[in-house]
């Protein structure tokens, strides 16, 4: 009992004298994160004198040991000048860790992992920027090595002289033997893109077909006589082929030539004559102006005297612009073109101009067409000719507000029908026709038969693009075709006409 007394009494000794010291065990110990740096003088680290008590017991013996410490963590080593750094950086247990010691460490943390990507990147970096710069120096001699070769086959027969030592004889002798090699025609040479042709001492190049030559001369002689039945067996298979398109072809070119020969043909463009169109002198426009100012509009300008028709300065007010055309100034302008052609008949073709009222009586019976009411209008003694000897018998038709004209066409046998708006009336050409079988029948005695005549509504024509300018374009299809001429007038030349017609009446002499 007293030896266990003792023992007792020593290990409280001891564990108040360790209690004195503190471990790293305990809660209010710190330890340091910076590794201690010792002076030279001293190669070991200065000794602290412990402050407990010196006993031989075993637990005395055991408390002189230093503390046991947990093992230490260490960053791996970087690359190059943060290796010795990172290796000396110590990690100490969390737990250990307390108050302004753990923010210092957390920064720690954040720069050496910032620093670390940092090198990370910049070594990434510098690889792939080195193997760019391998990549384009191969890329630079690849070329280089084709335009050598391009230099060297696009002109064979530059040589290079070179000065050679004369202890460069093998040498010499490969330069010789590559130059006869080149020499040499070879496929290749051969079947180049350009041949060159020496005449009279200069170089022609002539553009040839390469690959044709090379697959020609690349065969070995083995294969010739194989490479010559699949052409022989090709040519079978394509010559049938090749039948049947010319026949198609020649077919097309049938059916071609037949819608050709079916499409009317286009009449060649003639110049406009000038006798149509002389313009006016100034002392004929004085006149013009004069007879249509207001001062004359009740005087009697002029007066026809075979039709008896009196035109005064109020119905030649038609003539000005924009203004529809009335019976008398279209029956005596038609009756001048009568005149003119009598006095000179070779000039203009034989015609007839019936006026204005012609038609309206022609169909003005009671069942419509009565040829009784205009039977005496073409008497021999009235006309001073036959009708039935004149190449064209002009008849003006007015359909309520618009001019037309229809044309008996002996020379060409037709019945023709000229509206300046496109329009078509069949109606009237039958009632010509009946009249002319009539008219035939009852001067000359003769049935004449117009069955085989054509019936055209004239579309190859000056049209009108307003809706006053019907009656000008009617009198000028009359001048037209009577001078044997084609319609070759627009809708620009209205406002001459007008002032034609108007002079060519007060002067009552049609040009």
Known sequence: MGALARNRKRIDECLSSNCTQPTPFSPNSRISKRPRLFSSSSSSPPTQTPTRPVSNSAVARVSRYPAAQPLRRILAPCPGKFRSSLSRVVYAPEEHYSGDDEAMGNVLDRNLLSRYNNAKKE???????????????????????????????????????????????????????????????????????????TMNGSSLRVEESAEKMRELLSLDPEDLPRYKKMIEELERQRAPKLKQLGFEIQVTESKRALFESLRPKKKPVEEAPREPFIPLKEEEKAVVDRAFSPANRRKILVTHENSNIQITGELLQCLRPCAWLNDEVINVYLELLKEREKRDPKKFLKCHF?????????????????????????????????LIDCDKIFVPIHKEIHWCLAVINKADQKFQYLDSLRGRDTKVMQLLAKYYVDEVKDKSGKDIDVSSWKFECVEDLPE????????????????????????????????????????????????
């Open 464 to 511: 009108q693009e307003n809706g006053f300018d019907c009656g000008v374009f009617m009198i000028k299809y009359a001048d037209f075709y009577s001078r044997g001429l084609d319609l070759c007038f627009h809708q620009k030349h209205m406002p001459y006409f007008r002032l034609r017609t108007a002079k060519e009446v007060l002067q009552l002499r049609a040009d």
């Open 123 to 197: 070594a990434l970096a510098t690889f792939l920027s080195r193997n760019k710069e391998k990549e384009k120096e191969v890329i630079r001699l690849d070329e280089e090595e084709d335009e050598q070769q391009n230099r060297v086959s696009d002109d064979s027969s530059i040589e290079e002289v070179v000065d050679l030592g004369e202890d460069d004889e093998p040498e010499v002798q490969e330069v010789e033997r590559k130059t006869a090699a080149k020499q040499q025609p070879s496929a290749s040479s051969v079947a180049s893109d350009f041949t060159t042709l």
């Open 354 to 386: 019936f006026n204005t009222f012609f038609y309206k009586k022609l169909i003005g019976g009671r069942s419509g067409y009565d040829y009784k009411a205009v039977r005496r209008w073409t008497t021999q003694r009235k006309l001073g000719y036959s």
